[in-house]
């Protein structure tokens, strides 16, 4: 079982940035595909950002495009977003998700929805004040 722990969530102003990390156990995270995934009270969980192995196969919800960027660090264990020019709407609890080697094996493109994850962290509180 991999375990998914997360920090870097917390309250920003409008216009600011905050980076947040998911630090993953495992003998393999190498193998994993990762993403970030974002929820509303009374909304369905959906993707931010999704990432295979490295930064060169990457994928971002379109309004998130060009504010926040994925990434990872295979020797760590950790996966990133770095989220800049925050807007209010950009508040919910963003989660850290992975797809296992044998569960991505069976995917030809980054997975994007939470039925494609195998394993989730606890949830980071972002808030973006106005």
């Known amino acids: 079982q991999v375990q998914l722990v997360e920090s870097g969530g917390g309250l920003v102003q409008a216009g600011g940035s905050l980076r947040l990390s998911c630090a993953a156990s495992?003998?393999?995270?190498?193998?994993?595909?990762m993403g970030w995934f974002r929820q509303v009270l009374g909304k369905e969980r959906e993707i931010v950002a999704g990432?295979?192995?490295?930064?060169?196969?990457?994928y971002y919800a379109d309004s998130k495009k060009g504010r926040f960027t994925i990434s990872r660090d295979n020797a760590k264990s950790t996966v990133d977003l770095q989220m800049n020019s925050l807007k209010p709407e950009d508040t919910a609890v963003y989660y850290c998700?992975?797809?296992?080697?044998?569960?991505?094996?069976?995917?030809?493109?980054?997975?994007?929805?939470?039925?494609?994850?195998?394993?989730w962290g606890q949830g980071t509180q972002v808030t973006v004040s106005s």
């Open positions: 990432i295979i192995w490295t930064g060169g196969n990457t």
């Open positions: 998700a992975a797809v296992g080697p044998r569960s991505l094996a069976r995917y030809h493109a980054m997975p994007r929805t939470t039925y494609e994850f195998d394993y």
């Open positions: 495992g003998r393999t995270f190498s193998m994993y595909a």
